[in-house]
């Protein structure tokens, strides 16, 4: 069985946005834990979800591990994006996907955030 792990974005049309995003997705790339890594965004920048699942499929990944790079269970993970996972099961049968959960509470976002506000508070 081969798993590909997509990192979904929400999008922007931001360089600078899209650049961080690239950077999570070649760290997690790094890390080494999953052969195929890929990143998509959800809106307004390319790949877009469905165009990443084709190049994944190409690459004969039978497994699609979607994690979300998104803070909240907001509307994007409630209905959209699940709405497109349905649309790409519906067209790959013999994939697999899988759908992580957001970030949502995690202590260490709040030691990122006082962190930040020590940077400037100075």
Do not use: C, W
């Not at 760290?27 to 165009?51: F, N, S, T």
């Amino acid at each position: 069985m081969k798993t590909a792990l997509l990192v979904l974005g929400h999008g922007s049309r931001s360089k600078d946005a899209i650049d961080v995003f690239d950077k999570i997705v070649k760290r997690i790339q790094e890390k080494g834990d999953y052969e195929l890594v890929r990143g998509a965004h959800m809106e307004l920048a390319r790949p877009d979800i469905p165009e990443a699942v084709s190049e994944i499929a190409g690459l004969g990944a039978n497994r699609v591990i979607m994690v979300p790079y998104f803070l909240y269970e907001g509307i994007h993970i409630k209905k959209d994006i699940p709405e497109i996972i349905e649309e790409l099961k519906a067209k790959y049968k013999d994939i697999e996907f899988i759908f992580a959960r957001p970030i949502g509470f995690e202590p260490l976002l709040a030691d990122i955030l006082l962190s930040r506000a020590k940077e400037a508070d100075k």
